[in-house]
C-alpha cells in the first residue's frame, strides 16, 4: 500500500469515528491517568455501560497535560463537540453516564470545557481558552489525548507520517538536515545542541552500519515529558526517527527506554509492530528504497544510564558507566558503530519541522531558542501538568497561567529546574524567560523540561539534601571524584541539615564540588554539585541558619528524613546495625 | 616503520608511536604522569583521573586550542604538535583534591609516615594510628602503587573530610586468594583483566555509587564463578585488596626471572625470594614475548613444591633392600662401575620432560657416547606419532607461529585439545580473538572451555577425527575451494595427495563420522573461506594408533587452505612437556640425534619400555624423573616393568615410587635450582635461573651424568657451567649460534627453521581395536568448564574453605539409556577400571556408546589448593577417554 493509499484509508476511518453515531468515550489513560485511577475509571464505565446496555466507543488515548485534572475524560455525541469532564472518579462516571449519555443534561459544574466547531453543548467554555490551554503551542504534543497511541491510523489520518513521506518522495537527505539546521532545533535532552550539526556528523561516515538512539532514561524527578510523547504519541517519535535515519543514512534506531516505564514501552513496541506491518519500518519504505528498522532497548534502573555513553554500553548489555572521550559516539558508538543519541523531544519535533517547514518552526520561540519548550510543571502550584508552550515564556506565566499560582497560602521561595544536575533558582527568577541561554546564564538550565515550584514551606537545605541524595545514589561508581564526592557532599549537607554542622563545612563543600566539577569523567560528576553551588547564593540564609544557630527556618528539617536506600558507604551499615539488602 | 608522532610534554619535545594516548607517550619517553587505574596494556579506562593533564593543540591557522577542561591522559590520544602540561599548580591540587577523596576511605595511618619501612606491624605507633589504619599491616606494604602515588605527590593527608573505613568482612574462603575490599580503590582493574584480558568475566563490580565494590556476580564463589585462578587481578592489583594468600605478608629480598616447569608455553615469571631463600609468589613478567604479564594457576600457585623440604638430600644406595644415605663419591663410583657392565643396548635412559636442554644434550650424549646405546627418551614422549610427521611435512617439527600470532587468526580449528588447561597462556590470546570477533571450529568429544566460545562444537564418533577432516578436504577439493596456488606451487606431492582424497566420500564420511553431509560442507566452506586460519590439536582424546593419520589430517588441510606461516596462521601441535621440544630438538630420543640428526638404529623408547623390561633386553634403567612423570600413562607402565630391572638408577628430588625401588638414587635439582635452557612450543629459548640456589646436597642432572661419564672414562665431558653446554649444543639449533648465553633476555630467543611443505595421503583405516571392551562397554568423555549457568553445583563451607558439591550430571543416548532401562533423573553409576562416578541421568542427543560429565574446572583447583605443597601437575586429572559400563543401583 503506497502513502496515499494508506492515508485514504486512515482518513476514512477517521472520519468515521468522529461522525460515529454511537457516543466516542476518550479516557486519557497515560501516567498521570493511570496514577490516578484512569483505569479503574475505564472498569467501571465499561461495566455500568453493559449493565444499562448502552453501545459506545471508548478509546484510551493520551495526555492532554492537565494532570491536576486526571482522570479526564471526553464524551462526544454525534454532531456535538466533545466535552470534558475532570477529575472523574469511579463513583462520579456512574453520574456522568445518567446524567450525560442518558438524560443529555448536567451539571456543568463538573465539566472542563468542550472542544470542537459545534460550539458548546452546555454553557461550559471552550477547553482552548482555558488559561492552561490557551497559552501552549503543541507541536510534539499535538495529537496527545486527542487521538489513540495504540492505533497507528489515527495517526495518519491527523497528517502522520506526511513528514517522512515528504522527505522519502521530494528531499534529498541532505536536504533535510538542512531543514532540520535551519528550524534552528536544539536538543532537548538538557545540553541543547543544535539537532541539525549533530546529525551532520554522522552523514560523514562511511560505516554501512550506523545507529540512532533515542534516549527515554527520563530519570529526573519531576520530568515526564519524554514518557508523555511515548505514550500518548510513539509514533511522532518513530516518524522522527525514521526521518532522522533517512537524513543521516543510519539503518537502525533503537528506543531505549528506562525498565519500568511500562505505558511508554509497551506503546512503542505496539507502535512499532503496527508500523512494521504496513510497511512503514523495514525494507522499502513507501517505495522509496530507503530500509529502516527500530526496535526497543531497555536497561536497569540507572539515572547515569541516560547519559549517551552510558547508554550505549547499557544497549550492549553492559554496566552502564560512561565511557571516555574522544572517539565520541559519532565516530565509536554502539557497538562500535557510528550512532547518534537524540532525546525523545527532539527527533519528536521533526516531523512537522519537516512537513511544515523549518521557517515555520523557527518562528516560534525567541532568541536561538526556537520552537516550544514542553514544561512538566510540578510542585506546589494549583494546576501541575504537562504544557507545551512557545519558547520564552517568563517563570511567572508559567506558575501563573500554567500552573494556577501558587497554593493557597503559599508564597514562592524557589523553582528547581532542569532536573537535580540542574539548579536552583530563587523568588526573584520570575522574570526570566525559558529561554536556554537566558537561564543557563541565571544559573539553572531549561534541561529536559522539569520545574519544580517550592514554596516558603519548603527548606532550602532539605530540598538541597534530597537532590544530593539522588545524585549520590545514581553515581554510576565509575570515576573516583564524582563516587567519592558525591558520598561525602552528602555526608556534609546532611550534618548540616541535622544541625551537626563542622567549622569549614562550606568551603569543604566548595572544594570538594571544585574537585568533582573539574576532575570527574561524564556530567554527572561535573553538575553533581550543581545543586548545591547554586542553591548557596540564593538561599545562604538558611544554610547560615542551620549552621550557626541550629534552627530550620521552615521546620522541615525537624522531622524525619527521606532517604534514599542504599546511599549509606558500607561502613554506617555496622555501625547503625542496618542491614543491606 | 610508521611515522612518529611529534609533541611537547612539559616543554620536553618526545616522539611518540601514533594512536598512543598520552601517557603512554610521556610513559615511553621515561616521563611520569601519576595514575592508578590505568594500566599498560589493557583499554584505557578513565576512573581514577589521577593522570589528568592540560593539552592544547594547533590548528590549522596556527594557534592553539586547547581540549576542554582537564583531560585525562589515558584517554587522550595525542597529535602532531600536541602541547601538554601534567604539573601545573590547578592540576596538582586537582590531584591532590581526588587523592584525598580516595584516600578518606582507604586506611592511611601509615602514608606519608618517614618510618613507614621501618615499622613493623606490632611497634608501638608514636602517631596513634590504630592497627587496621597502618600501612605495615597491609600485605602489599612495600608494593603498593597507591603508596608510592601518595608520596610521589607530596600529601600532608590533612583533610577534614571523614574517613569512612569500610569494615567488610575479609574473603578468605576461596583457594589462593584473600581478598579485603576495605582496600580497594575500585580502579576496575582487576575486572577489566579478567574481562579483556582473560576473557573470563569471574569478576564484576557490585553496587553503585560509593557502594560500588569488586565482587562476582551474586556474590558465588570463585569456583563458580567463572574464575579460572590465574591470578590476573592479582597481578594487577595496586593496592592490597586482592592478594595471593600464601606467605601473604612476606617480602621479597630477591627477585629472580625464570621459566615456569609446567608446561610447554615458556612463562617468564618473577620469582620473589624471601630473606629464608623461600619461593613466595610468582609474578608473570608483562614484558616477556611468549607469555606477556600472563600465567595460570599452575605457574601462579603451583610453585610451592619448590619450597617443600621434605627433599632427598644426598645420594642413596641400596643395602640390604634399605636405602641408605651416602657420599657422593661413593655413589658416583659405585653407578660408573655397574653401569660399565651393561654398555650397549642393555641399557636405557628416561630423562625428564623438566630437564633443560643441556640436561637433554648431556643425557643423550651420555647414552650414545658413554653407554653405547640409543635406548633413549624422555619422560613425557607419549605423544610423538603427532611430531613424526612433522618434519617430512612442514620441515620441522614444531608450531610454525608464535603464540601471540593466534590474536590476528581469524579462525581456529582445535582438536582434541584442553588447551585452556594443558597450555592455558595459550588460550588467552585465542580467547580475545574469538571475543573480537574470531571464529572457532572446536573438534572434541569433550566439553572444554573453549566449547563455549565456538561457533561449531563437532563431536564426531571417537576415533574417526582423521576421517572428518579427511571429509572436509575432499569438499574442499571438490568445490575447487583450495588455495590452488600455494598447494601446488608452495607444497610437493599436491597432485598425488589429491587423487587419494577420493577414498573419503562423505556419505561414507557421514556415516563413520556421525558429522551429517551438510555440516562437513558447511565446515570446509567456513575453513576454506577465513583468511588466516591457526590449527591447534594435541590429539587426547585419540588413539595412538590414528593419532599419525589424524595429525598428517589436520596438516594436509592447513597446506591446501595455506595456513602455514602467514600473519595469523599456523600449525600449533602442542604437546604437554614443558621442554620437550628441546628434548626432541638435543635428539633426547630413540629415533634421531641431536639436531633432528639421523642415526643408524633406532633405539627402545618409552613406548616400548615396559615390555623391554619384562623380556630382559633392558637390563639397566637410568631414570631422570620428575614427580609428575609418574602419574603419567607411561609412569604407570613402567612402574610395574620395574621389578625385572638387574640395576635401577633414578635421579629425583622427591621421593616416589620409583625410589622406592632404585639401587642408587641422585639427589636432583628443581626447577629453581637449575641454570639452563628451556625451549618453548614456538622454538623460544629461555632462561631457567637458579632462584633458590641449592638447598640440599642435590646436582643438576646434567653433572651428574658428567661426573659418571668421567668415572667411566671420558675425557669430553668437562664442563664448568652450563653455558660451556650451550655452547656445544647450539650448532645443532640452525642459526642459533649468535645466541648468547648470558644474554637471553626474558624475551627469550626464537631459532629458525627451514621450512619444506609436502603433502601425505592420509590413512583412512578405522581404528579397529576399539578402546571399548565388552566390560566396559561405553566411553566416557569427560569434560571441564569454568562456569555452568544451569549446574545445580552448591558451595558448602567445609574446614572454612569453600568446596563444590554437586550431584554429576551423566549425559547419555536415549537408546542407550533405553537398552539400560533407564530413564532421565535416575541416579545411574559409571564404573570403569579403577573408576567409579555416581550421578543423575540426562538423556540428550549424544552418539551413541558415550557417556559424558563435565565437571566444573573449580573442583580441581580444590585439589590443587588441598596438596598445595606437592608438584600441581600429579593432582590434574588429565581428560583421557575412559572405557566404563553403566549400572542402575536398585
Known amino acids: 500500500m503506497n502513502f496515499e493509499e494508506l492515508k485514504d484509508k486512515a482518513d476514512q476511518e477517521w472520519n468515521l469515528l468522529n461522525d460515529s453515531p454511537l457516543p466516542v468515550i476518550r479516557v486519557g489513560t497515560a501516567m498521570c491517568g493511570h496514577a490516578s485511577g484512569a483505569f479503574r475509571v475505564i472498569e467501571e464505565l465499561k461495566s455500568i455501560l453493559s449493565e444499562k446496555k448502552i453501545d459506545a466507543i471508548i478509546e484510551e488515548v493520551g495526555c492532554l497535560g492537565l494532570c491536576y485534572a486526571e482522570p479526564l475524560i471526553d464524551i462526544k455525541k454525534q454532531g456535538q463537540s466533545r466535552l470534558f469532564f475532570n477529575n472523574v472518579t469511579t463513583d462520579s462516571i456512574n453520574t456522568i453516564v445518567e446524567e450525560y449519555l442518558i438524560n443529555n443534561k448536567i451539571d456543568t459544574t463538573s465539566t472542563l470545557g468542550y472542544l470542537g466547531s459545534e460550539g458548546p453543548n452546555f454553557n461550559e467554555p471552550d477547553l482552548n481558552s482555558l488559561p492552561g490551554i490557551a497559552l501552549q503551542e503543541r507541536i510534539a504534543l499535538r495529537n496527545a489525548g486527542h487521538t489513540s497511541p495504540g492505533d497507528i491510523l489515527q495517526y495518519i489520518a491527523n497528517g502522520g507520517y506526511g513528514g517522512l513521506h515528504k522527505a522519502l518522495s521530494s528531499m534529498e537527505p541532505s536536504d533535510v538536515i538542512d531543514e532540520v539546521k535551519n528550524s534552528g532545533l536544539r536538543g532537548r535532552g538538557g545540553a541543547a545542541f543544535p539537532t541539525g550539526v549533530k546529525w551532520s556528523f554522522l552523514v560523514g561516515s562511511s560505516n554501512p552500519t550506523k545507529y540512532i538512539l533515542c534516549n527515554c532514561e527520563e530519570g529526573d524527578p519531576g520530568a515526564f515529558n519524554d514518557k508523555g510523547i511515548l505514550e500518548s504519541d510513539p509514533h511522532t517519535l518513530l516518524e522522527g526517527l525514521l526521518i532522522a535515519g533517512y537524513a543521516t543514512g543510519a539503518s537502525n534506531g533503537i528506543v531505549f527506554i528506562r525498565h519500568g516505564h511500562n505505558g511508554p514501552i509497551n506503546r512503542t513496541e505496539e507502535a512499532i509492530k503496527q508500523a512494521k506491518e504496513l510497511g512503514i519500518l523495514g525494507k522499502n519504505i513507501f517505495g522509496s528504497g530507503f530500509d529502516f528498522d527500530i526496535e526497543v532497548s531497555l536497561t536497569g534502573e540507572s539515572y547515569v544510564a541516560g547519559e549517551e555513553t552510558a547508554l550505549m554500553e547499557a544497549v550492549e548489555g553492559k554496566r552502564s558507566m560512561p565511557r571516555y572521550r574522544p572517539p565520541f559516539p559519532a565516530a565509536f558508538g554502539v557497538w562500535g558503530k557510528p550512532s547518534n543519541i537524540n532525546n525523545v523531544k527532539s527527533l519528536s519535533y521533526t516531523p512537522e519541522i519537516v512537513s511544515k517547514g523549518a521557517e515555520w518552526f523557527s518562528s516560534i520561540g525567541v532568541n536561538k531558542s526556537t520552537g516550544t519548550a514542553i514544561v512538566c510543571l510540578s510542585g506546589d502550584v494549583n494546576k501541575p501538568g504537562l504544557y507545551e508552550v512557545p519558547m520564552g515564556l517568563t517563570l511567572k506565566q508559567v506558575i501563573d497561567d500554567l500552573g494556577g499560582g501558587m497554593k493557597e497560602h503559599q508564597t514562592l521561595k524557589l523553582l528547581q529546574t532542569g532536573g537535580p544536575l540542574g539548579g536552583v533558582l530563587g523568588p526573584d527568577s520570575t522574570d526570566i524567560h525559558i529561554d536556554f541561554d537566558e537561564m543557563r546564564a541565571a544559573g539553572a538550565i531549561f534541561g529536559s523540561g522539569g520545574i519544580i515550584v517550592g514554596s516558603n514551606e519548603v527548606c532550602a537545605v532539605d530540598l538541597t539534601r534530597i537532590l544530593v541524595a539522588f545524585c549520590q545514589f545514581e553515581s554510576c561508581g565509575k570515576c573516583f571524584p564524582c563516587r567519592l564526592g558525591m558520598e561525602h557532599l552528602l555526608e556534609i549537607v546532611e550534618r548540616i541539615s541535622n544541625f551537626e554542622s563542622q567549622d569549614g563545612d562550606m568551603d569543604l563543600m566548595k572544594s570538594v564540588g571544585g574537585t568533582m566539577e573539574a576532575g570527574s569523567l561524564c556530567g554527572h560528576g561535573q553538575l553533581g554539585f550543581g545543586p548545591i553551588r547554586s542553591a548557596i547564593p540564593h538561599f545562604e540564609k538558611d544554610f547560615r541558619s542551620h549552621i550557626e544557630d541550629g534552627i530550620c527556618p521552615t521546620g522541615s528539617c525537624n522531622n524525619p528524613k527521606i532517604v534514599p536506600k542504599n546511599t549509606r558507604p558500607y561502613a554506617q551499615d555496622f555501625v547503625v546495625g542496618v542491614k543491606n539488602d | ?890
Open chain 2, 1 to 890: 616503520m610508521t611515522e612518529k608522532i611529534n609533541l611537547t610534554i612539559d616543554g620536553k619535545e618526545i616522539q611518540a608511536q601514533p594512536g598512543s594516548m598520552i601517557i603512554q607517550a610521556a610513559m615511553d619517553n621515561g616521563m611520569y604522569i601519576p595514575y592508578l587505574c590505568y594500566y599498560p596494556g589493557m583499554k584505557p579506562y578513565g576512573a581514577c583521573r589521577m593522570c589528568v593533564v592540560k593539552a592544547e593543540a594547533p590548528t590549522p591557522d596556527g594557534s592553539y586550542r586547547s581540549l576542554p577542561g582537564s583531560p585525562a591522559s589515558c584517554t587522550t590520544p595525542i597529535s602532531e604538535g600536541m602541547r601538554v602540561e601534567t604539573n601545573t599548580d590547578e592540576l596538582i591540587s586537582l590531584r591532590k583534591g581526588i587523592m584525598e577523596l580516595l584516600i578518606s576511605e582507604h586506611p592511611h595511618g601509615c602514608l606519608n609516615c618517614h618510618r613507614i619501612d621501618l615499622c613493623g606491624p606490632t611497634d608501638v605507633c608514636l602517631r596513634h594510628v590504630t592497627v587496621n589504619d597502618r600501612c605495615v599491616t597491609c600485605p602489599k606494604n612495600e608494593r603498593c602503587e597507591l603508596k608510592d602515588t601518595v608520596r610521589y605527590m607530596e600529601m600532608e593527608l590533612t583533610t577534614p573530610l571523614t574517613y569512612n573505613n569500610r569494615h567488610l568482612p575479609l574473603e578468605v574462603k576461596d583457594p589462593f586468594w584473600d581478598m579485603d575490599m576495605n582496600l580497594c580503590i575500585v580502579c576496575s582493574r582487576c575486572v577489566r583483566a579478567c574481562d579483556e584480558v582473560r576473557v573470563d568475566q569471574a569478576i564484576t563490580l557490585k553496587e553503585r555509587s560509593g557502594r560500588s565494590i569488586i565482587g562476582t556476580s551474586k556474590g558465588i564463589s570463585l569456583l563458580e564463578s567463572g574464575c579460572e585462578f590465574c591470578g590476573a587481578c592479582i597481578d594487577v592489583c595496586p593496592t592490597g585488596a586482592i592478594v595471593e594468600r600464601d606467605y601473604k605478608w612476606d617480602k621479597a629480598e630477591v627477585k629472580t626471572t625464570t621459566t615456569c616447569p609446567h608446561c610447554p608455553v615458556g612463562c617468564q615469571t618473577s620469582l620473589d625470594i624471601n630473606k629464608r631463600n623461600k619461593l613466595i609468589r610468582s609474578i608473570p613478567v608483562r614484558e616477556a614475548e611468549a607469555n606477556q604479564g600472563m600465567t595460570c594457576f599452575k605457574g601462579k600457585f603451583g610453585l610451592d613444591y619448590a619450597n617443600n623440604r621434605n627433599r632427598i638430600k644426598t645420594p642413596l644406595i641400596k643395602k640390604n633392600g634399605e636405602l641408605v644415605e651416602a657420599s657422593w663419591p661413593e655413589a658416583l663410583d659405585l653407578v660408573a662401575s655397574k653401569l660399565s657392565q651393561f654398555k650397549g643396548n642393555s641399557y636405557s635412559l628416561i630423562s625428564s620432560d623438566r630437564g633443560t636442554n643441556e640436561d637433554h644434550f648431556i643425557a643423550q650424549k651420555f647414552t650414545r657416547q658413554i653407554m653405547q646405546s640409543n635406548n633413549i627418551d624422555f619422560s613425557s614422549n607419549t605423544n610423538s606419532e603427532i611430531f613424526d610427521n612433522l618434519s617430512s611435512m612442514i620441515g620441522h617439527s614444531s608450531a610454525t607461529n608464535t603464540i601471540w600470532n593466534l590474536l590476528k587468526t581469524d579462525l581456529f580449528v582445535i582438536v582434541s585439545s584442553n588447551i585452556t588447561e594443558q597450555h592455558n597462556v595459550l588460550g588467552v590470546p585465542i580467547k580475545q580473538a574469538i571475543s573480537k570477533g574470531s571464529k572457532a571450529i572446536i573438534i572434541d568429544p569433550r566439553e572444554t572451555e573453549l566449547s563455549r566460545f565456538a561457533d561449531h562444537w563437532i563431536k564426531p564418533n571417537i576415533n574417526t577425527e582423521h576421517i572428518l577432516i579427511g571429509g572436509i578436504i575432499r569438499s574442499i577439493i571438490d568445490q575447487s575451494l583450495e588455495n590452488h596456488d600455494f598447494a601446488s606451487k608452495s607444497c610437493e606431492n599436491f597432485d598425488e595427495f589429491r587423487s587419494s582424497v577420493w577414498d573419503f566420500d562423505l556419505s561414507r564420511v557421514s556415516k563413520e563420522t556421525g558429522v551429517s553431509q551438510e555440516e562437513i560442507q558447511d565446515l570446509a566452506k567456513t575453513i576454506s573461506e577465513s583468511t588466516a586460519t591457526s590449527f591447534l590439536y594435541s590429539l587426547d582424546t585419540i588413539s595412538s594408533e590414528i593419532k599419525e593419520s589424524t595429525s598428517t589430517a589436520i596438516i594436509d588441510l592447513a597446506l591446501l587452505t595455506g595456513n602455514v606461516e602467514n600473519p595469523g596462521s599456523g600449525i600449533y601441535p602442542l604437546f604437554t612437556g614443558p621442554n620437550e621440544q628441546g628434548a626432541r630438538d638435543m635428539g633426547c630420543v630413540p629415533n634421531f640425534g641431536p639436531g633432528y640428526s639421523h642415526i643408524s638404529e633406532t633405539g627402545i623408547g618409552l613406548g616400548e619400555l615396559d615390555n623391554a623390561c619384562q623380556t630382559g633386553d633392558i637390563k639397566a634403567l637410568h631414570i631422570i624423573g620428575n614427580q609428575a612423570s609418574i602419574s603419567s600413562e607411561s609412569g604407570q607402565k613402567i612402574k610395574n616393568a620395574l621389578d625385572k630391572v638387574e640395576f635401577l638408577v633414578v635421579h629425583e628430588s622427591f621421593e616416589n615410587e620409583f625410589t622406592a625401588k632404585a639401587d642408587v638414587v641422585f639427589p636432583s635439582s628443581l626447577f629453581a635450582e637449575k641454570d639452563g635452557t628451556f625451549t618453548n612450543l614456538e622454538r623460544r629459548i629461555h632462561k631457567v635461573n637458579p632462584a633458590l640456589g641449592n638447598k640440599f646436597d642435590e646436582d643438576e642432572d646434567w653433572r651428574i651424568l658428567c661426573q659418571l661419564a668421567t668415572r667411566m672414562g671420558a675425557n669430553n665431558f668437562n664442563y664448568s657451567n652450563s653455558e660451556e653446554v650451550f655452547k656445544e649444543l647450539s650448532p645443532f639449533l640452525l642459526s642459533t649460534n649468535d645466541i648468547n648465553f648470558q644474554k637471553i633476555s626474558q624475551s627469550g630467543q626464537i631459532y629458525s627453521v627451514k621450512r619444506k611443505l609436502k603433502f601425505k595421503p592420509i590413512n583412512i583405516s578405522l581404528n579397529l581395536n576399539s578402546i571399548s571392551s565388552d566390560e566396559f562397554p561405553m566411553i566416557l568423555t569427560r569434560g571441564r568448564i569454568l562456569e555452568e549457568s544451569k549446574s545445580d553445583a552448591k558451595i558448602q563451607l567445609i574446614n572454612d574453605k569453600n568446596s563444590i558439591t554437586r550431584n554429576e550430571i551423566i549425559e547419555l543416548n536415549s537408546q542407550d539409556a533405553l537398552n539400560n532401562n533407564i530413564l532421565e533423573g535416575d541416579s545411574i553409576k559409571i564404573i570403569g577400571d579403577n573408576f567409579e562416578l555416581s550421578g543423575i541421568a540426562h538423556l540428550n542427543g549424544i552418539n551413541s556408546g558415550i557417556v559424558s560429565t563435565t565437571q566444573l574446572f573449580g573442583s580441581i583447583i580444590e585439589k590443587v589448593q588441598e596438596h598445595k605443597t606437592e608438584d600441581p601437575m600429579l593432582h590434574f586429572d588429565q581428560l583421557n577417554l575412559i572405557p566404563v559400563r553403566i549400572e542402575k543401583p536398585e
